[in-house]
């Protein structure tokens, strides 16, 4: 195991919550769903949360989220060279510490050009639907910080963090996403993340921290990349996926849930007409409307689960 003592992977506790709306029934309140979900979780996670939400988005125009925790930039002329790297435009606005940029451009490409050129920035997420934010704190006041229950879209996922081998800082936390609209949160540790981190690499991906729930998340994103359906990208990752985990997963049109084969972290899945939601533990999906009449069952360790927008 290698790394920074602030990155180190984690054995952790921590609580994952996923909402997918599969009607238009919730959708209007999908953030406040989440955070109520999320609260649930605060004693999996006292240290620190993070959610990503997926909405409908604009046509032709891509998002990347940028953590900006601890550093001053003047972000306007980063718009304008950025524009001029993309040839399109780029707008910008600020959400506390984090920056969300806007823009009809290749947004792998303003990922890959922020990384490289803005100092002591992290990017988050890129994506036509996705937003994410994170930070260190109670998971309530996460939430109220970045307005989550304001949120609408169709899907969400959060998590809540207990570090319990590493310090605890936002780049940490999750979720975590490299590629475009590809988001994952995962509870457990995986043995093999350096060797993997170095064939991603090899591969064109690019990593911000030694966590090895990044590379999980690099992993999906070059499977997609390369053509892969995220149920095909998650069959390759039995394969090569070494560790236990349980793995919630956010994409453009749909939502996914992966155990390892001993499953030995906790999971629990409830369905209804209008909604899917998981979680680590039911008392999150409790809160949901109509979860009294929901379907729940505990997910199959190494199957993959899967719901799409299309369906």
């Keep these: 195991m290698s790394g920074r003592a602030d990155e180190l992977p984690d054995c952790d506790m921590c609580g994952i919550v996923g909402l997918f709306c599969k009607t238009e ?14 609260r649930e979780m605060r004693d999996r996670g006292p240290d620190s949360a993070g959610f990503a939400s997926y909405d409908a988005g604009l046509p032709d125009r891509t998002r990347i989220t940028v953590l900006a925790e601890g550093i001053t930039v003047d972000w306007g002329p980063v718009a304008a060279a950025l524009e001029g790297v993309l040839g399109a435009e780029v707008t910008v606005r600020a959400v506390h510490d984090h920056v969300v940029f806007s823009t009809g451009g290749d ?34 006041l996460v939430a109220e910080r970045y307005d989550l229950a304001s949120r609408t879209g169709t899907h969400a996922l959060a998590h809540t963090r207990m570090a319990t081998e590493s310090a605890v800082t936002t780049n940490g936390s999750h979720p975590f996403a490299t590629g475009a609209d590809t988001c ?20 064109g991906e690019s990593f911000q921290t030694e966590n090895d729930s990044e590379v999980a998340a690099g ?24 560790g236990f985990y349980t793995f919630a997963i956010g994409v453009a049109d749909g939502f996914a849930i992966l155990r ?5 972290k906790p999971a629990v899945v409830a369905e209804t007409d209008d909604w899917v939601a998981m979680s680590s533990e039911y008392r999150a999906i409790a809160r949901l409307p109509g979860a009294a009449d929901a379907e729940v069952w505990e997910p199959e360790p190494a199957r993959i689960y899967t719901w799409s927008l299309a369906a």
């Excluded at 947004?107 to 260190?136: C, F």
Aim: glycine share 10%.
């Design 25 to 38: 029934t919730h959708r209007h309140e999908l953030g406040r769903l989440t955070a109520v979900m999320l």
């Design 107 to 140: 947004g792998r490409a303003a990922r890959q050009w922020i990384i490289d050129n803005v100092a002591g920035a992290t990017v988050l997420s890129y994506g036509a639907q996705i937003e994410l934010y994170k930070a260190v704190g109670d998971p309530d």
């Design 184 to 203: 994952l949160v995962h509870n457990g540790s995986l043995s093999n993340h350096n060797r993997l981190r170095r064939f991603l690499e090899g591969h």
């Design 219 to 242: 992993y999906l994103a070059w499977r997609i990349r390369s053509g892969d359906t995220i149920s095909q990208a998650l069959e390759g990752a039995l394969d090569d996926l070494d």
């Design 260 to 264: 390892d084969r001993i499953a030995c």
